[in-house]
T-cell receptor
Framework: DGGITQSPKYLFRKEGQNVTLSCEQN?????MYWYRQDPGQGLRLIYY???????QKGDIAEGYSVSREKKESFPLTVTSAQKNPTAFYLC???????????FGSGTRLTVV | GQQVMQIPQYQHVQEGEDFTTYCNSS?????IQWYKQRPGGHPVFLIQ?????EVKKQKRLTFQFGEAKKNSSLHITATQTTDVGTYFC???????????FGTGTRLKVLA
């Protein structure tokens, strides 16, 4: 079945460490996105990519980095510069920019 | 910047009662999407509205897009326990390429 796979489901990070969240899709979608969700709040856009080897900053890109070397993959690195990284991270894809998003099951990141 | 507000933030209803959530944008939208997120889960795409005044139905769910394309609503008739979750709207402002998600309405259905 086609879909988006995010791993790991839970991730614990020590302060000062960088961590990378994986996002893989087999839907043949061009556009991919990373969102952050804090408890009881909406989704805020971190980064998005419309084609391979190209990506743009979203509304809260500071302290994060991404790459898009393959159409299927859009990993997110949470760097030590991100001051409050504890959150639920959601990866999404869409066939094109203005179509409905398919979301992965998310990664819960906790700083310990 | 563009803002998308949803009301109410929370809603508790008895099973069988109706439920409505409203989405209001500070700017005119090209289109609007609705998503449902079950507790502990991820958002699932429900529908997209594009035309002014558009109304779409999915079984017990009715979606409307305002005439001015600045607001939208989701109405659920005769709620069931399976309707529990948070409903988000996501608006695409005219001339932009980024969807802005609303704050969501958390629905709890009491059996």
């Amino acid at each position: 079945d086609g879909g988006i796979t995010q791993s790991p489901k839970y991730l614990f990070r020590k302060e000062g460490q960088n961590v990378t969240l994986s996002c893989e899709q087999n839907l043949n979608h061009d556009a991919m996105y990373w969102y952050r969700q804090d408890p009881g709040q909406g989704l805020r856009l971190i980064y998005y990519s419309q084609i391979v080897n190209d990506f743009q900053k979203g509304d809260i890109a500071e302290g994060y980095s991404v790459s898009r070397e393959k159409k299927e993959s859009f990993p997110l690195t949470v760097t030590s510069a991100q001051k409050n990284p504890t959150a639920f991270y959601l990866c999404a894809s869409s066939i094109q920019e203005f179509y409905g998003y398919t979301f992965g099951s998310g990664t819960r990141l906790t700083v310990v | 910047g563009q803002q998308v507000m949803q009301i109410p933030q929370y809603q508790h209803v008895q099973e069988g009662e109706d439920f409505t959530t409203y989405c209001n944008s500070s700017t005119t939208l090209s289109n609007i999407q609705w998503y449902k997120q079950r507790p502990g889960g991820h958002p699932v795409f429900l529908i997209q509205l594009v035309k002014s005044g558009e109304v779409k139905k999915q079984k017990r769910l009715t979606f409307q897009f305002g005439e001015a394309k600045k607001n939208s609503s989701l109405h659920i008739t005769a709620t069931q326990t399976t309707d529990v979750g948070t409903y988000f709207c996501a608006g695409l402002a005219s001339g932009t390429y980024k969807y802005i998600f609303g704050t969501g309405t958390r629905l709890k259905v009491l059996a």
